[in-house]
């Protein structure tokens, strides 16, 4: 790969824009068996908490009209786990790692920060919009104050490592959690995480997750992701990793258009693990035959002369 | 992987039997495995969106076969491949069968369970095994390949919920009858039928390997969502379908845990 | 068509409970000619204003992965041109006839209103959530406080027709906007209007429709109103129509165990005229075979038992 | 409806043929309207969503004729739909050309535009009229069909961009020499060409009609996502491209407004 597709984001140098979003490439290795992840521009791995926690019964994910429902709820080892076990087979793979995180309470964000901001890792992505868990997580994401109050607190504690936050996308206004985010001293934002949806099975009755709602992501939701995109980066001035829906080069250059510095690859993992490696090689060329030095030029570019 | 479409034959209005030519993924795959399969050939359409799991049904000179039920969009859409085309599929995915020589093996086998079935009578007669395969089906139209498997059992005992094809009844009492002459049961159906044979050999005292289905997204554990449970001491912990099986220790499952 | 599907909702009786959505399926006439638009339960027309309005300037739709988005900006005839001039044609058809409208003032709302409520149409629909429209329009669907108001002072000048309110589903809690509607006295809530998104074309790099963003419809978005039906339902007491990509009857037989009465189908009319048609006959089987005696016995009647 | 695909034939790198049977369609169509087609043969997928607009290109024997282009998923779909095989269509769609008898007349068409201009041609030329035909493509690869509407035509004039083909330069020159020469212009093709061809009839005030194009959801009136603006004394009035189209007096229209 060229030099066109080098990235920089935070300060840090991403091989190329495209990382795989958290929650849909395990913690890399689950992939690496398949494809040669050194050559993603990053990883963003599922979202770590202080302790280790089951998730959600089963079942937990359905397919939709070109999109899926999960409510995993938020299954990990815990973050001691995490930077013993994985991390060091991790960093055996010459790519950038985000870790995403979450907690229940302002003190556990704070604490995991804390932690990872030790470790060996590139970047943190805190996770305050996943909509699967019942304890205070949904209220970070959907309440302005909460948003402000916690991304200030985790970044107090951040020495080393810079701090992206990801919103959800079930709010009315994603502009004032953006601003919010950004005045708290976020160093960017990533968006978006799941919508919440439903589905039934209309033969027994019940709902197709356990947990009754669940988070919908695929190429369903890109036309919401690349709007609230669009919308983020007309009022921050904070670097923005868009997510949402991406199945192809081309979704990231309109990702790209409306605001986007990087971008992660969620549900595509699940069709085909060679996917993001495809848009990076496809992205290379697409931006050689424009004649596009870097990713960096495409961002925010969209035409909205009328 | 890709490969190409041999076969793509309707044995009756449920199920089809699929050919598909590869090299990469023969050499590679183990009975017992699945892959994760893609149900239409266009890469620029998005619904359905994700692959689907299907059993390794058998492999042979350079081509394996799958055998598959029509239950929704996917598999519906793979019924309508037309052969010649090439399709997408992973690599082979999951654990294995334990593969014994020279004992006496039951395998039990419900609806679209023959699936991976299938190549382990195949496999297990070539390593010498006696092989009885009970295979039950709710109608006749649920008991495929009878000729092909009656060549790679010793003994074949279909049954039928309702007396269109062999023996009236579950698969189950047919084979309750004679588990305790058995040095290993293997299984695959649906769950209340792998539970039943599970108890059985619990009680027996025969070991039991049973292969699950979940649904799945990814089939290569990063997603997290085909938990299974086992019961390991006082503790119950999480497996991933697709990594950790699909094949488990039948008498360890947490059944009233399973989805 | 059996008694089974004859649906009492707000005290008028529908044939059936499938009713075409406003917006896509024009003044009903349209159709006329492809179907025999007598056979629906009812059709919601298009959104009417005081006056004629000329709506957005070209491109004003966009197909999206299993969906479309749409900013036609509420082109319509106006009231006295749709009752004069449309609603005797459409009377000629024996089905209900629903009257979407809107205002950009409550005045305006309460004036259209006023006059529909003497006209011969069956039932008003209120759509404060289209999102297309700059001038105040979407600010009474997404403020709890706007929605009551609105409903309030529509609900008090009604002395005929039940006023159904149409909800946006691009608000954080659905809940509040239901129990906002139920409280200022409307009699059904209608639910969802389109999901927010943005398409932006990659060659020109211009956005895919004029007005920037547009309206989601479409499969694409069915989880969501699943999920927004189901949550109003375990809210309010007024009856609901659910509405949000239905393609087939087991999509109406889904919104129905999440709570809703009676359904309308938007999108899947511009798929094929034969749609709603082939849904109510399919839905008809389906209850006869599963031995349901009306489609009100589906309602509400998920089992959340774990 | 629906109908048997009776042909479906790649012509070069992007353009296809299909020929399809109907009686049904055939007896309602006219010269000039369009049919929004499924793209796929499956019910149970929704991607690509909605019909896609297609000119009628010919119609003939119970059959008619398609001619398309392959820009995107919904015509790439198209493109892999097997002979044989049923496809769903609306009835044909839209208003119709005014057709003229023992008449002068020119068509212009540029590119994919050739579509309902050569069923327009073979008619005109049944009622007895001289049709010469213009015809535009960027490069060789743009003109198809060349026989047979050598066949339905007086003179055929091609032209290309790149000179690959016929004369090199924009089809509106050849065609500016002759306007004269004409009682009625037919036109179909890119927007800016029909702006030209239009200019240059206006100017020598020759009747003109253009066929539009623009991105369609319902065909039939309903959804308002197809406006183009006409000039109507003083006046810009909206049309709906589906149902006032999608052929238009070329003078009128208000080509500075459209999309
Ligand atoms: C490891 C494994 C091996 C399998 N082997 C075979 C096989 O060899 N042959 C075969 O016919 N089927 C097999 N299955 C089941 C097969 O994957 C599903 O039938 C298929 O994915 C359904 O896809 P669909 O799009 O047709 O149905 P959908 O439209 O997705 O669903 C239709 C119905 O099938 C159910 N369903 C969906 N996915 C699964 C699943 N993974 N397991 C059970 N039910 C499901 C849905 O809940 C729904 O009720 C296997 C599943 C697993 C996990
Ligand atoms: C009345 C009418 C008659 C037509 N007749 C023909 C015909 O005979 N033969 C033919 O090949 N094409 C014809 N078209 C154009 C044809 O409808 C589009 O090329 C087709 O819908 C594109 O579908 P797609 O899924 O392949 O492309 P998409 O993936 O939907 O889009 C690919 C590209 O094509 C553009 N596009 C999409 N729809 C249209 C449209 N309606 N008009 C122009 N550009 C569009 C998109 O903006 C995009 O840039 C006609 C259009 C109309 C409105
Ligand atoms: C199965 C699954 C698990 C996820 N887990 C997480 C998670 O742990 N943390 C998080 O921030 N986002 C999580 N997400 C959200 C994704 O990172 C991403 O934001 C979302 O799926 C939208 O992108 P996509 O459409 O490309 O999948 C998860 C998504 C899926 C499908
Ligand atoms: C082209 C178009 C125009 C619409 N116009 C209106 C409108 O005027 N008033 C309204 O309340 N909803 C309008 N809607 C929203 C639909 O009535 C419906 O709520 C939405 O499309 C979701 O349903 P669907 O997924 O079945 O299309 C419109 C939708 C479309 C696609
Ligand atoms: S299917 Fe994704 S972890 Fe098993
Ligand atoms: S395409 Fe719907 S009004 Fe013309």
């Keep these: ?74 299954q990990n080892v815990g973050v001691e786990r995490f930077i013993t076990e994985k991390l060091p087979e991790l960093r055996k793979h010459d790519t950038k790692i985000i870790v995403n995180f979450w907690g229940k309470t302002i003190e556990e964000y704070v604490e995991v920060a804390r932690i990872l901001d030790e470790a060996d890792v590139d970047m943190l992505e805190m996770n305050i919009s996943c909509p699967n868990i019942k304890e205070g997580g949904i209220a970070f994401g959907t309440d302005p104050k909460m948003t402000h109050e916690v991304t200030y607190n985790v970044k107090k504690v951040l020495k080393n490592k810079p701090l992206m936050v ?32 439903m589905s039934v099975n209309i033969h027994n ?4 997750i356990y947990n009754i709602t669940g988070g919908l992501s695929g190429p369903a939701i890109k036309p919401v992701a690349i709007r609230m995109v669009h919308e983020t980066f007309r009022t921050v001035k904070i670097p923005i990793m868009g997510i949402g829906g991406i199945i192809d080069w081309k979704d990231v250059v309109e990702f790209g258009l409306v605001g986007a510095s990087a971008v992660q690859v969620g549900t595509a993992n699940f069709i085909d693990p060679e996917i993001p490696l495809k848009i990076i090689s496809d992205l290379d060329k697409y931006m ?19 | 992987m890709k490969g190409k479409v041999v076969k793509n034959q309707r044995l009756n209005d449920k199920y089809f039997f699929l050919e598909i030519k590869s090299e990469e993924f023969v050499t590679q795959a183990h009975v017992g495995q699945f892959l994760m399969i893609k149900p239409g050939s266009q890469e620029y359409t998005h619904d359905p969106l994700l692959r ?56 039990v086998a419900g609806g679209i369970g023959i699936a991976p079935v299938f190549w382990l009578a195949k496999t297990l007669k070539n390593r010498g095994c006696v092989v009885d395969l009970y295979y039950g089906g709710r109608t006749v139209d649920d008991v495929v390949l009878l000729e092909e498997l009656k060549e790679n059992t010793d003994h074949l005992i279909v049954t039928t919920d309702d007396g269109s094809a062999g023996i009236k009844g579950f698969v189950t009492l047919p084979f309750k ?4 002459t058995y040095d290993m049961v293997y299984a695959c159906g649906p769950k209340p039928m792998l539970k039943t044979v599970s108890e059985i050999c619990v009680n027996a005292e025969v070991p039991v390997e049973v292969s699950l289905d979940e649904r799945m997204a990814c089939g290569l554990g990063a997603c997290l969502g085909c938990i299974i449970y086992l019961r390991e001491g006082d503790e119950i912990v999480q497996k991933r379908c697709c990594v950790e099986g699909p094949v488990f220790d039948g008498a360890k499952i947490a059944w009233d845990k399973l989805s």
Excluded: W
């Design chain 2, 177 to 180: 009858e004679n588990v305790e």
């Design chain 1, 205 to 208: 009755r019940k709902p197709n």
């Design chain 1, 166 to 197: 990801k919103l959800s996308p079930n709010v009315t206004n994603i502009k004032v959690y953006a601003q919010a985010c950004e005045q708290a001293g976020a160093d960017a934002i990533s968006a978006i995480n799941t919508l919440l949806g």
């Design chain 1, 288 to 306: 050689a035959e424009n004649n596009i030095g870097n990713f960096s030029e495409l961002t925010g570019t969209v035409n909205l002369d009328r």
């Design chain 2, 52 to 107: 689907r799991p299907l059993g390794v049904a058998d492999v042979h000179d350079g081509k394996f076969n799958l055998v598959y039920m029509v239950v929704g969009k996917g598999t519906k859409l793979l019924s309508e491949f037309h052969e010649g085309g090439m399709i997408e599929f992973s690599a082979p995915l999951g654990n294995s069968f334990t593969l014994l020589e020279n004992k006496r093996v039951a395998l």
């Design chain 1, 1 to 74: 790969m060229s030099d066109r597709l080098k990235t920089t984001f935070c300060g840090i140098e991403f091989k190329n824009p495209v990382i795989t979003a958290s929650g849909t490439f395990g913690y890399g290795l689950e992939y690496a068996k398949y494809i040669d992840i050194s050559k993603l521009g990053g990883i963003s791995v599922k979202g770590i908490s202080l302790k280790e926690v089951q998730g959600n019964p089963m079942p937990r994910i359905m397919e939709t009209t070109s999109g899926m429902l999960n409510a995993i709820g938020l």
